[in-house]
């Protein structure tokens, strides 16, 4: 009897082999299980790849880019192509009849291929502009989150951890600023610093407006993660590990940056998520209301306004000039993104918080 206790408790007593699994693989694990999200996670690789790169390769195997203009993608009544249009491969017209229209290509002429057809009276290719605009349209999403972050984290951090005046400072600031419509700071700023901001840009990596659209986006929403870096920080700055930290002789500012700041990485990867597709929507928002990134520099915003105009300038649906398809590429390329990006937040969450509800 004596024996067998000896030797039961030598079997609990023997160290394990079995390696353990970090908080960050065991939310590796779980992501993987949600099928939705893993779905919507390469669906968005997917859209990222082909906007920043996807422009470059499609123009040099189709011959053209998105800023050539092709008088015969439009026909008589000026109504462009539809999808999978072989067009004329010429920038000028090969003359004009009586009546002033075009005159007819040649039968033997070179053509190119529109795959999406055309966006305009003007012949853009609207596949090229579509893939161009979405990289527009990523840049001013991605760009005005990380402007949020470098500005929200630093005063949401200071302000849940050190408390006192400088949390009230913080508060106070930020409900004041969330008083008021975000939408009409964003148009009244544009307007104002267009002068200012607009001609910034570096060629291909950020055409022109783009920078000023995600820096003004970026400024103007800082107040959402510097009051959820506050909120996150309050129930922690008196937590145990954190009077143990002090105990040791660890500075605020340590304590802050070694222990705090690393807990919240899933919290703001998920708002990022989240704010990337709220952004890209006010970058449409921006457009329709005439203050967004001008029309010579295309977004998924700026390809809708075009087509249907602004709230000040509307222009009316006409079958015999405007096609369907400059509606549905470029809205569906949005819808597609917004929802992937949501669907990720959401996994995410579930991953890094799985007995949370929703």
Not at 50 to 66: D, M, R
Not at 76 to 90: A, E, F, Q, Y
Not at 233 to 252: C, K, N, Q, W, Y
Request: overall charge neutral.
């Amino acid at each position: 009897m004596g024996g067998a206790a000896e030797a039961a408790t030598a079997t609990i007593r023997q160290p394990s082999t079995t390696p353990t699994k970090s908080q960050w693989r065991l939310t590796l694990l779980r992501f993987r299980r949600d099928r939705w999200s893993v779905a919507a996670a390469c669906i968005l690789a997917v859209i990222l790849l082909i906007s920043f790169f996807g422009g470059a390769i499609a123009s040099a195997a189709l011959g053209h880019n998105g800023t050539d203009l092709y008088p015969y993608a439009a026909n008589i009544n000026r109504k462009p192509v539809g999808p999978l249009t072989w067009v004329p491969d010429t920038h000028v017209a090969y003359g004009y009849g009586e009546d002033g229209d075009l005159a007819p290509a040649p039968k033997n002429a070179p053509r190119t291929l529109f795959i999406f057809g055309a966006d305009g009276i003007l012949g853009h290719d609207e596949f090229l502009r579509v893939l161009d605009g979405g990289k527009a349209s990523l840049e001013i999403g991605l760009g005005a989150v990380i402007v949020a972050l470098l500005i929200g984290l630093p005063f949401g951090a200071i302000a849940g951890f050190f408390g006192g005046v400088t949390d009230w400072l913080v508060s106070q600031f930020t409900e004041t600023i969330m008083a008021f419509p975000l939408i009409f700071f964003l148009v009244f700023a544009s307007v104002k610093l267009d002068q200012y901001l607009t001609p910034i840009g570096w060629g291909q990596v950020f055409p022109r407006g783009v920078f000023a659209e995600a820096l003004l986006i970026g400024v103007f929403t800082s107040f959402y993660p510097t009051r959820l870096v506050r909120a996150a920080l309050i129930p922690l700055r008196h937590a145990e590990f954190v009077d143990a930290a002090r105990m040791v002789g660890a500075s605020g500012w340590r304590i802050l940056r070694k222990h705090l700041l690393p807990y919240l990485v899933p919290t703001l990867i998920i708002w990022g998520a989240i704010a990337t597709a709220t952004n890209i929507l006010l970058e449409v928002g921006l457009s329709f209301v005439g203050a967004g990134v001008q029309p010579e520099t295309p977004t998924w915003g700026s390809l809708l306004s075009t087509t249907w105009g602004t709230i000040y300038q509307p222009q009316s649906y006409n079958p015999q000039n405007v096609t369907v398809w400059q509606t549905v590429f470029p809205t569906a390329f949005i819808l597609i993104t917004v929802v992937s990006l949501n669907q990720l937040a959401e996994g995410i969450r579930r991953a890094t918080d799985p007995g949370g509800g929703r």
